[in-house]
């Protein structure tokens, strides 16, 4: 399947995009549009041809718990509608707590990272499985980038992936700019991660900007392509041709024009990293044969001497796994899925459901760190999810920045701290308006109505019939005389 070269597609910027040329697909953030019908922009992008990905940022399939069955009709519903050939997620959790804790839910509004653990493998391939048999065409996975990392890891993220592609038969949507992100933050090698991944098994490239703070690189989607993060990608090119590669922007877009020159550095990478070799090195074939495993060998333990990978002496044996799953299921080759869910990971997904929660929880709820992590780069996730709940509440309510005025910020950073997110940031808006006027601001009286019957106005059951829209627009514009 060839992609070509894309452009992450977003409302801000939709006549930007259509307005490119040499533009062969585009990808859009699955939650972002209605299950039913699309945005005019696309349907046009559409009739020109152009290939439209949705790429999923909330079923959090490396979580506790099972696949939500409503977010992946959701995600299964704009597949058909797009008429696409792949849809994506993330390798990542994004929310925890719940039932299997006995606690109350808790999101994250953000992806967070899986322990490159057996256990949560063995989790993350069983959600895998379940999404693969729910959509109606193959999935792909992204690499995420980290701020943390969590104690006693037993794999690296390169044999995390390999295994997770041997197992399941995913594809894989790997992201140099995370790459280089973990590289920056987390002392990880990006040219040791591509050496252990199964190349083959790309389905596309993400290419990003970001901007380092006080030694940490922030993955901001919101600045230029680095160089770092171009070397990467030729990093990637020198050992594969990847079917697609696409540049992401989610915020302070730039003019069509800066947009346009990021894509023909990414097109000029590409070509100068093709390796010289002969005809025989077709697209999508690896510098590096991926291993095989042995269905007699436990993961880990390598079949081929040739492997190139050194997975056996980095991992621990399957002898010494807890709570192993049955060998039918932890063995099974590429592409092998089943649709059941395999009742020994029962106590596998209790463990992970403990301690996602655990960490989740100190990251939201200020409670103590787990023991392992690093406390200095937990109090930064913090601060960096508390901000990333603000941005986007203020994008989705941009009423409420203009009615709290220039204490919005401060305001809802104090709520954050106090009020962990439990439900989509839509309603984080709602519970932050209901927050400040219990509090009984804002000081103003004339902002404390207009912010009363904005959350009055939204939170019902059901949204207020036009008369009574009318009725109460007419009295805001009587109290602000």
Avoid at 277 to 287: A, M, S, Y
Wanted: hydrophobic share 40%; glycine share 8%.
């Amino acid at each position: 399947m060839e992609l070509g070269i894309g452009i992450g597609w977003r409302p801000e910027i939709a006549g930007e995009v259509e307005a490119l040329t040499g533009i062969d697909w585009v990808e859009a953030v699955a939650e972002n549009l209605c299950a039913d019908h699309l945005p005019d922009s696309l349907l046009r992008l559409r009739e020109r041809g152009v290939t439209v990905v949705p790429h999923g940022v909330a079923l959090g399939l490396g979580g506790a718990d099972r696949p939500d069955p409503d977010r992946l009709a959701g995600l299964a519903a704009r597949a058909e509608l797009l008429g696409t050939p792949l849809v994506t997620e993330h390798i990542a959790f994004v929310r925890a707590g719940g039932p299997l804790t006995a606690s109350p839910r808790l999101e994250a509004g953000h992806l967070l990272p899986v322990p490159r653990t057996w256990d949560a493998l063995d989790v993350l391939c069983e959600n895998v499985r379940i999404a693969q048999d729910s959509l109606p065409v193959p999935l792909a996975l992204e690499n995420i980038a980290a701020l943390i990392t969590w104690p006693d890891e037993e794999m690296t993220e390169g044999q995390f992936l390999a295994e997770l592609v041997e197992r399941t038969g995913v594809r894989l949507l790997i992201d140099v700019a995370n790459l280089h992100t973990n590289h920056v933050n987390l002392g990880q090698d990006p040219a040791k991660a591509l050496d252990e991944l199964p190349v083959e098994a790309i389905a596309y490239v993400h290419v990003a900007g970001g901007v380092e703070k006080n030694g940490v690189w922030h993955d901001t989607h919101a600045h230029p392509v680095s160089e770092p993060v171009l070397e990467v990608l030729a990093e990637l090119r020198s050992r594969v041709d990847p079917p697609g590669v696409l540049l992401e922007r989610d915020d302070a877009f730039p003019p069509a024009g800066e947009l346009a020159g990021e894509l023909d550095a990414i097109r000029a990478t590409l070509r100068s990293a093709a390796p010289s070799v002969g005809p025989e090195r077709d697209r999508g074939t690896p510098r590096k044969a991926a291993p095989s495993v042995d269905p007699g060998h436990g993961p880990g333990q390598v079949a081929s001497s040739a492997d190139p990978r050194p997975v056996a002496s980095a991992v621990p044996s399957a002898d010494s796994r807890p709570d192993p799953a049955p060998a039918s299921d932890d063995t099974a080759g590429a592409g092998a899925r089943t649709a059941a869910p395999t009742p020994a990971l029962a106590g596998t997904r209790d463990r992970t459901a403990v301690a996602q929660t655990a960490l989740l929880s100190a990251l939201v709820a200020g409670t103590p760190a787990p023991e392992g992590f690093d406390h200095r780069r937990l109090r930064v996730q913090s601060r960096a999810l508390a901000a990333k709940r603000a941005d986007v509440v203020a994008k989705v309510a941009p009423e409420l920045p203009e009615i709290v005025g220039d204490g919005y910020r401060a305001a809802f950073l104090a709520y954050a701290g106090s009020r962990p997110m439990s439900g989509g940031y839509r309603r984080d808006a709602l519970d932050f308006a209901e927050h400040v006027l219990i509090a009984g601001g804002p000081a103003d009286p004339v902002a404390r109505r207009r912010l009363t019957y904005w959350w009055q106005d939204r939170s019902g059951a059901r949204p207020p019939r036009r008369t009574t829209r009318l009725v109460r627009a007419a009295r805001a514009v009587l109290v602000g005389k």
